[in-house]
């Protein structure tokens, strides 16, 4: 599907491409001209103007009529802005994939889409006051959709891809980028409503990536970005879909559910149906995965199995996830078993993902699927994917004692397999090693607790997982999320600055599961930590924790308050006083 649009918007390009030269009549000269110009004015914006582009002296009415000014013909400028729409949809398609290649695409997109807006952008500056003669208002609308959406798009690019963007200048500033569209929302014209969606996906995509550094900024202005845009398009199913992924942000999965049904229904005989119903229905199965029902999201999943939407594997490996949170581990056997023949899409946006399921699959079939009790594949999906912050407190409980239940699992297989070593010398059985297994569980718990706020009761289950990093062998993805999560326990207990530290430590890892979906949670996070005056750790490398720890065995809360802004910042361990107001009396430091 994303191939298809991506060659649709290319023959677009191309034909947008086409008027441009037979209109201008380009010459060879006229073409290096036009060629250097835009070079130095691309020049121009990286070395700082406002992130805008450079703004020519506007032309008067009697300059026109005396010195006979021309400008591009509105034909030709509404053919830019079509031409850089497709290069800006594109990115955003490539941005989706999820991967270095996808983003380095992204950003050369929004490179080729930023030159045609600024070509439009400088044409418009220089009409001055009588630029209405020259352009209509649904070419400027382009302009003001495009130059903020480019802003918007490209501030949310990790910081390993951002550095390589940033070679060709690009200095994104999303407040630019919201004040622009949200411009061309109030003007009414024919971009208005594609800017109302650029707005809606940037706050609930984001805000569902890094919920609780952003819910409280950007949960009310996409309500409000929502109901402004209901209020003109009232059954439209683009917008039903966006008021489904705003009222879970809201933590209502009810009404959730109720707008992506709604979007199905609306979209009944239309253009968009098979698409809209797809696309709605994984979210609805995702919203009963929240809701622990467990039964309706195996059907959901089964459906789009059996539709062939996204990925076969994927929906499988779900079916059987949650067939198995309903206690029916021979079905789930049975579906689990079919993945690995479904696995091998050739679709960027999947392939990471069906390799995480794979490898999972293949871990269980190895063990003769014995150690399916030790796993909890469903709450697992849940927990990359942050469903947890969109739970109530009950469900959460539940799922605590679920993950509890599969730790004594692991506590009493070890037991088992360790009584053997008492009696039988050089025994056939090889020693317990459930590191993975036990790690995949205690950072859900940990997880589990800082959606509840309970941020101290995460720290013990982190700090396993972080010692024991070295013994995670195969899911090399607990690793670095279980430092997102720190940051999150970190954040929540109101030490920012060691959660920024958490934050770059996790930048350090690669190779991993769903890695450059984590560098964008990071970036975002770090980003709100910046705009909110959070110092930089002058050394990110978590092994000096463990250097300083030798040192100092017991570290008070002034040597802590006298470090804040040094390498120590970047712990590799939590603990509990990282909450203390720095107004209390010198306390010891306590690990857990």
């Known amino acids: 599907m994303t191939k298809n649009a991506i060659d649709v918007l290319t023959t677009t390009y191309s034909i947008a491409n086409a008027q441009i030269d ?33 703004s020519p002296k506007p032309a008067t009415l009697k300059s ?50 930023y030159a045609s807006y600024s070509l439009v952008w400088q044409e418009y500056k220089r009409m001055g006051q009588i630029y209405h003669d020259f352009v209509d208002r649904d070419t400027i609308s382009g302009i003001q959709f495009g130059i903020g959406a480019v802003h918007l798009v490209l501030s949310t690019l990790p910081q390993k891809v951002l550095r390589i963007v940033s070679a060709f200048g690009w200095k994104a500033d999303k407040h630019l980028g919201f004040a622009l ?13 594609m ?12 805000t569902s990536l890094c919920p609780q550094i952003l819910s409280n900024e950007y949960t009310q202005p996409a309500i409000e970005t929502l109901l402004d845009a209901q209020r003109t398009y009232p059954n439209s199913a683009f917008f039903l879909y966006f008021a489904g992924r705003t009222s879970r942000l809201a933590r209502n999965l009810t009404l959730s559910t109720q707008s ?3 979007a199905i229904e609306i979209s009944k005989s239309e253009w968009a149906e098979v698409e809209v119903l797809h696309t709605c229905s994984y979210e609805i199965g995702y919203n009963y995965m929240m809701e622990h029902n467990w039964e309706e999201a195996a059907k959901v999943f089964d459906m789009l199995y059996k539709e062939k939407y996204w990925s076969p594997a994927i929906f499988r490996y779900l079916t059987g996830a949650c067939l198995d949170m309903m206690g029916q581990r021979t079905e789930a056997i049975l579906a689990f078993a079919e993945v690995p023949d479904l ?48 739970m109530n407190t009950e469900l959460l409980e539940g799922s605590l004692d679920t993950v509890d239940h599969a730790l004594d699992a692991i506590m009493e297989a070890e037991k088992t397999e360790f009584g053997i070593r008492t009696r039988e010398l050089l025994p056939e059985t090889p020693a317990p090693k459930y590191f993975d297994q036990r790690g995949a569980l205690l950072l859900i718990k940990a997880s589990l607790f800082n959606a509840m706020g309970r941020f101290k009761e995460s720290i013990i289950h982190l700090n396993w997982i972080i010692d024991h990093k070295e013994q995670i062998e195969v899911d090399k993805w607990i690793v670095p999320f279980a430092y997102w999560e720190a940051g999150v326990t970190a954040w929540g207990m109101d ?24 560098a964008m949670r990071v970036n975002l996070a770090i980003t709100k930590a910046e705009e909110m005056g959070v110092p930089k750790p002058a050394d990110p490398n978590p092994a000096n924790r463990h250097k300083a ?7 008070t809360l002034d040597s802590i308050q006298s470090r804040q802004s040094t390498s120590d910042d970047a712990s590799a361990r939590l603990s509990t006083s990282d909450h203390t107001p720095a107004s209390e009396p010198t306390v010891f430091k306590v690990h857990v």
């Open 495 to 518: 030490n920012k600055t060691r959660s920024r530290s958490f934050w770059e430590s996790a930048l350090r890892f690669n190779k991993f599961d769903f890695e450059y979906r984590l």
């Open 195 to 206: 800017a109302s969606l650029m707005l809606l996906a940037y706050y609930t995509v984001l």
């Open 260 to 262: 992506f049904t709604y």
């Open 343 to 390: 696995v091998g899409s050739k679709t960027h946006s999947t392939a990471l993902t069906e390799k995480y399921v794979l490898r999972k699959v293949t871990a269980f079939q190895e063990c003769g699927y014995q150690d399916m009790d030790m796993a909890l594949c469903a709450l697992e999906y849940l927990c990359l994917f942050t469903g947890f912050d969109f």
């Open 549 to 555: 720890e030798k040192k100092e065995s017991i570290i």
């Open 64 to 113: 026109i009529q005396k010195d006979g000014v021309t400008f591009v013909p509105n034909g030709v400028l509404r053919a830019h802005v079509a031409k850089a729409e497709c290069c800006l949809q594109i990115a955003i398609l490539q941005l989706l994939q999820e991967n270095v290649m996808g983003y380095i695409k992204c950003g050369m997109n929004l490179r080729r889409a």
């Open 181 to 193: 569209l949200k411009l061309c929302v109030e003007e009414r014209r024919i971009r208005s409503p």
């Open 22 to 54: 037979a209109a201008t009549k380009k010459t060879v000269g006229n073409s290096v001209y036009q060629a250097m110009s835009s070079y130095y004015n691309y020049i121009k914006f990286a070395r700082g103007s406002g992130g805008l582009p450079a």
